[in-house]
């Protein structure tokens, strides 16, 4: 018997370290979000687009754009380089096309089933280098090339180029067709055992009145000779794809094909949205480009940065973007990521989560990579300077993808909950200990509220102390709530979107504050606040000053005037996820949210 319990007492042991150890929450799991920790992969003073293919041994291939000076200077080239463990670390980079010829750029591999590497890639074949007898930027210009290797890059192929058919748009631009403009992001994808991909054509140099063009070659799976490829350019006709509706730029298409055997394709605008299409036909027709939704109805937003989509292993999506309404480049920090899943014909994307940061908000972080191995996934991403790789916790996409169903309280991390009787009889209670809004981590104030009018002001949970320190709840303008993290001596305030709040009804609002990008964002009735029509964005980042805020007492509103305005309360010593809110939110008493969009 003795030694019964002295196995269960350590197996119970193990199992607490283990939870210790690789969780950490749900919110933050056992990965960094600060894209700082991650394995770098190169860095110099242009590193962009590191995409990577996985060989039949293990060994990662990543294939990147680069050069000693800003991007689009002169000695730009592509180069490869190789990893053995899983991105831990790397091989020096070797050119594919030297730095001292041609401008070569926006390289993007693919791998063949007999393991064979494409890459293809922008070359200025012709060396265009002026416009109307001015000095240009010119790695948008020339010939779509492409080589291979059969050797993982000791040797290559000479170039080869690709037949780009002449279109409209070409006919318009600065040359008149006689030079064209244009790049790719993203990777090829296998399609109906061929391949396909998504580039770029641009009728105003240099980078206005875009639209997406795509080469498919059915047989590059099988035929090792390259004057044997089979390509074609699609859509068919003399216009790519484009809706006229969503501006003059309409850029970096990237696409998957879909479990239903359709291609899906998302590309970026400056309207402050990405915009998607389908095509049922193998890319000749597509779809009128329209502003892809999130399962809520609610519109994707996207500044003028790359939407990267991608189809994993298990038939199921992911979605990486900046969830903010910006019209530039800038506002690409941090990432956010939404996963997808397919029906009726359509992929359908939850609601977004933060997927990785960096400290300065103004630093940008784009042209991601997905790499998929034995069950793991890892990120690579650039801030045009470094690129890295980034080892994301599975469980981390299993629950976004589990958002559409999610219906349970979440209680790791809960160290204060009361509950609406609880409320109604007493008014003040002690405070926990909150954590340092230092690094990863966070807080999270969970509440089912109840007004009988939306006027300004309304306190609902009030932890400040005499000095002013702690947080402060209250109704904001228009029908949001406020919340106000304060150390005495700075403040800062962020409502939820307007409108959500009615006066009589229960609604379900969580606020929630990371620490890591120093950023507080709003839950409301099961939407994730965007900023929605009124603002760009509907999360915002507090002062970062801020780092304690432990105060005196909760008090809440419920004893000014006989209110019972707070109805429920939970708080955490972390950062939910989103989609951990939104199943708080779903199994609320007498409140359920809808699981999925309706068709």
């Known amino acids: 018997m003795k030694n019964k319990i002295t196995f269960i007492q350590t197996l119970w042991i193990a199992i607490i370290i283990v939870i210790a ?18 394995n770098k992969i190169f ?71 007999y ?56 006919s318009i631009n600065d040359w008149n067709g006689e030079v064209q403009i244009m790049w790719g992001i993203g990777k090829p994808v296998d399609m109906n055992e061929g391949m396909m991909f998504a580039f770029t054509k641009i009728g105003k140099y240099m980078l206005s009145r875009s639209e997406g063009w795509f080469f498919k070659c059915t047989n590059i799976n099988t035929e090792r000779n390259p004057e044997k490829l089979n390509w074609e350019m699609v859509p068919e006709g003399n ?22 055997g359709d291609i899906y394709c998302m590309y970026r605008t400056i309207t402050g949205h990405p915009v998607n299409a389908y095509s049922r036909d193998g890319g000749k027709s597509w779809t009128e480009p329209q502003i892809p939704e999130y399962s809520t109805g609610n519109k994707i937003k996207n500044p003028r940065a790359c939407p990267r989509i991608w189809k994993c292993k298990n038939g199921k999506y992911l979605f990486w973007h900046h969830n903010n309404g910006w019209w530039n480049y800038q506002k690409r920090n941090p990432a956010w990521i939404s996963g997808g899943i397919e029906k009726n ?46 080892r994301i916790d599975p469980e981390f996409f299993k629950l976004l993808w589990n958002q559409f169903n999610i219906e349970k309280v979440t209680r790791e991390g809960l160290i204060f909950e009361r509950t609406e009787k609880e409320l109604e009889k007493q008014g003040v209670f002690p405070m926990p200990e909150l954590p340092k809004l230092e690094g990863p981590g966070g807080i999270t104030i969970d509440m ?46 962020w409502c939820s979107d307007r409108g959500l709040i009615e006066a009589f009804g229960t609604h379900q609002v969580t606020a929630v504050i990371h620490s890591g990008p120093r950023i507080i964002s709003f839950v409301v009735n099961g939407i994730v606040c965007d900023g929605r029509e009124y603002r760009p964005f509907g999360w915002g980042r507090y002062d970062k000053e801020i780092t304690g805020i432990n105060g005196g007492p909760l008090r ?18 972390r ?6 809110v939104i199943g708080n939110q779903r199994a609320g008493e007498g409140y359920h949210l809808p699981l999925l969009l309706n068709d």
């Open 239 to 260: 216009h790519g794809l484009r809706n006229p509706k969503f501006g003059p730029i309409q850029a970096e298409q990237n696409i998957v094909q879909m479990n239903n």
């Open 115 to 170: 393991g064979r590497i494409y890459v293809f890639y922008i070359y200025n074949g012709d060396r265009i280098q002026e416009l109307k007898g001015r000095r240009i930027r010119n790695d948008m210009l020339g010939w779509y090339c492409y080589r291979y290797t059969d050797d993982k890059g000791k040797t290559w192929s000479e170039r080869h180029r690709l037949p780009v058919r002449k279109t409209h748009v070409d």
């Open 43 to 113: 860095s110099s003073g242009y590193a962009d687009q590191p995409y990577v293919e996985v060989l039949d041994d293990g060994t990662w291939f990543c294939v990147f754009t680069t050069g000693k000076e800003a991007e689009g200077s002169r000695g730009q080239h592509i180069v490869y380089t190789l990893s053995k463990d899983q991105g831990e670390s790397w091989t020096k980079p070797r050119p594919i096309e030297p730095a001292s010829g041609p401008v070569a750029s926006w390289v993007m591999p693919y791998k063949t089933d």
């Open 448 to 493: 089912r509220i109840s007004l009988q009018d939306l006027a300004e002001g309304q306190v609902i949970l009030d932890t400040r102390d005499e000095e002013g320190r702690g947080m402060l709840v209250e109704t904001g303008e228009y029908g949001s709530i406020k919340l106000t993290l304060s150390t005495g001596n700075k403040s800062s305030t």
């Open 345 to 390: 014909g359509r992929v359908i994307w939850s609601q977004p989560e933060i997927l990785l940061y960096e400290k300065d908000p103004d630093v940008r972080m784009s042209y991601p990579d997905l790499i998929e191995q034995n069950g793991q996934y890892w990120i690579t991403e650039t801030n045009k300077e470094t690129a890295r790789t980034h």
């Open 575 to 580: 950062n939910l996820m989103h989609t951990e």
């Open 556 to 573: 809440t509103g419920n004893q000014n005037k006989g209110s019972k305005r707070l109805k429920h309360l939970r708080i955490y010593n």
């Open 21 to 38: 150890t690789n969780t950490n929450g749900f919110g933050q799991m056992d990965f960094p979000r600060n894209a700082e920790k991650g």
